[in-house]
Antibody, heavy 120, light 106 residues
């Protein structure tokens, strides 16, 4: 069965870096794009961008350009979200979600979420 | 950017009853809307895509309709496991989620 399994909760200080993983199984990893979605505490869902898992090309939503980086380890069917120079407002749950190859379709499978807390 | 206005933000209904949630887009999204159910501690679950296409395994109690800028999502014969927050997502031009609707059972 198709699964996206994310890494565990993270507690970081402002200015540090975090790298969250999303391991896919049950399908051909490079046939589908991977999206990242943020949910701040008490807030709704916000699309951060996606990465083409075949070419490795990332696309970032406007609010997530600069400190955010998507990457892949294709041999391990794993996608990563790295956030540099962490700020308090990065405190949130981050989800990976499978999309279509072209980055245009709906998200059909989601990871369970990774909770990031940024606090001094 | 396309904005999605989802309403209501919360609602309460009785078991066996019916609820309807709406999403209004800031422009025509050509029926490219999906609906998700989200429970705490889990990833969202896809219920419907392309306005009204039910994902396999999703009960027919869930339904969607609409066109242009206006879309709706309904749940009939409410069951206790329907307690969740529901989101719409437009995927016509990049991606935008609605603000969410928290469903409670009376």
């Amino acid at each position: 069965q198709i699964q996206l399994v994310q890494s565990g909760p993270e507690l970081k200080k402002p200015g540090e870096t975090v790298k969250i993983s999303c391991k896919a199984s049950g399908y051909t990893f490079t046939n589908y794009g991977m999206n990242w979605v943020k949910q701040a505490p008490g807030k709704g869902l916000k699309w951060m961008g996606w990465i083409n898992t075949y070419t490795g090309e990332p696309t970032y939503a406007d609010d997530f350009k600069g400190r955010f980086a998507f990457s892949l380890e294709t041999s391990a069917s794993t996608a990563y979200l790295q956030i540099n120079n962490l700020k308090n407002e990065d405190t949130a749950t981050y989800f990976c979600a499978r999309g279509d190859y072209y980055g245009r379709g709906f998200f059909d499978y989601w990871g369970q979420g990774t909770t990031l807390t940024v606090s001094s | 950017d396309i904005q999605m206005t989802q309403s209501p933000s919360s609602l309460s209904a009785s078991l066996g009853g019916k609820v309807t949630i709406t999403c209004k887009a800031s422009q025509d999204i050509n029926k490219y809307i999906a609906w998700y159910q989200h429970k705490p501690g889990k990833g969202p679950r896809l219920l419907i895509h392309y306005t009204s296409t039910l994902q396999p395994g999703i009960p027919s109690r869930f339904s969607g309709s609409g066109s242009g800028r206006d879309y709706s999502f309904s749940i009939s014969n409410l069951e206790p496991e329907d307690i969740a927050t529901y989101y719409c997502l437009q995927y016509d031009n990049l991606y935008t989620f609605g603000g969410g609707t928290k469903l409670e059972i009376k």
